[in-house]
C-alpha cells in the first residue's frame, strides 16, 4: 500500500491551461504539505495543512490554490499555468504539527513532474 | 524564520571509503527535529536519520551516523562504507516552530566512484 500517493506522476500542458495535481494519504495524519523542487534540486514549501486548515502558505502566486475536502487529500489546482511553473511537486504528510517530544517524520508522495510547454 | 546550509553542491566519495555531507541552520528554537533525506535518481525523498534536538547523543542508523553540534548548529552526516546506491541528491532539513515547518538545505549531489 503507498502511503503517500500523488496523480499523475507525470503532466505535460501548455500555457495558460488550469490543471490539478491530486494527493492523498492514507497514514492517518493530520498535517499534509505541497512543496515545489526547482531545475536546481531545491525543495520550498508551498502550504501545509492541519486538519484540513491552511496553516502555512508560502510566497506563492495566487494562480496556485490548495484544496483539502478532508484530512486524507490535498489537492493542488493551477490556473493559467507559466512556463515558469514547471518543476517537480512533491506532496507529503506528517502524524502531527510540532509536538516536543514525539517522534516526527514527513513522508513524501513520489512527486508529479510538471511541464509547461 | 529558520534557514538551512549546505555548503557542498557536490561531493565524490570512493566506494567503501568514508564521507562527510556538512550542514549548518539558524533557528531560535529550542526544540526542533533535524533529519538527513536522500533523493536517488528515482526522485523519491527517502528519510535517512533524524536527530531530536533535545537528544544529545548522535543519530546512528547502521552506516549512516550524524555529528549534532547544538551550540554550532551543525549537523553533519557520515556515510561509511560508500555503497554504489549511495549515489544521490542528499538533503538536510529542519523541523520546528509553532507552524511546524519543515525546511530544506540546497542539497549535496553524492557521486560514488566504483
Known amino acids: 500500500d503507498t502511503a503517500v500517493s500523488q496523480t499523475p506522476k507525470y503532466l505535460v500542458t501548455q500555457m495558460g491551461n488550469d490543471k490539478s495535481i491530486k494527493c492523498e494519504q492514507n497514514?492517518?495524519?493530520?498535517?499534509m504539505y505541497w512543496y515545489k523542487q526547482d531545475s536546481k534540486k531545491f525543495l520550498k514549501i508551498m502550504f501545509s495543512?492541519?486538519?484540513?486548515?491552511?496553516?502555512i502558505n508560502e510566497t506563492v502566486p495566487n494562480r496556485f490554490s490548495p484544496k483539502s475536502p478532508d484530512k486524507a487529500h490535498l489537492n493542488l489546482h493551477i490556473n493559467s499555468l507559466e512556463l515558469g511553473d514547471s518543476a517537480v511537486y512533491f506532496c507529503?504528510?506528517?502524524?502531527?504539527?510540532?509536538?516536543?517530544?514525539?517522534?516526527?517524520?514527513?513522508?513524501f508522495g513520489q512527486g508529479t513532474r510538471l511541464t509547461v510547454v | 524564520a529558520q534557514t538551512v546550509t549546505q555548503s557542498q553542491p557536490e561531493m565524490s566519495v570512493q566506494e567503501a571509503e568514508t564521507v562527510t555531507l556538512s550542514c549548518t541552520y539558524d533557528t531560535s528554537e529550542s526544540d526542533y527535529y533535524l533529519f538527513w533525506y536522500k533523493q536517488p535518481p528515482s526522485r523519491q525523498m527517502i528519510l535517512v536519520i533524524r536527530q531530536e534536538a533535545y537528544k544529545q547523543q548522535n543519530a546512528t542508523e547502521n552506516r549512516f551516523s550524524v555529528n549534532f553540534q547544538k551550540a554550532a548548529k551543525s549537523f553533519s552526516l557520515k556515510i561509511s562504507d560508500s555503497q554504489l546506491g549511495d549515489a544521490a541528491m542528499y538533503f538536510c532539513a529542519f523541523y520546528g516552530g509553532s507552524q511546524g515547518n519543515l525546511i530544506f538545505g540546497k542539497g549535496t549531489k553524492l557521486s560514488v566512484k566504483p
Open positions: 507529503a504528510s506528517s502524524q502531527y504539527l510540532f509536538r516536543y517530544g514525539t517522534v516526527y517524520e514527513a513522508f
Open positions: 497514514l492517518g495524519h493530520d498535517t
Open positions: 495543512y492541519n486538519n484540513k486548515e491552511l496553516i
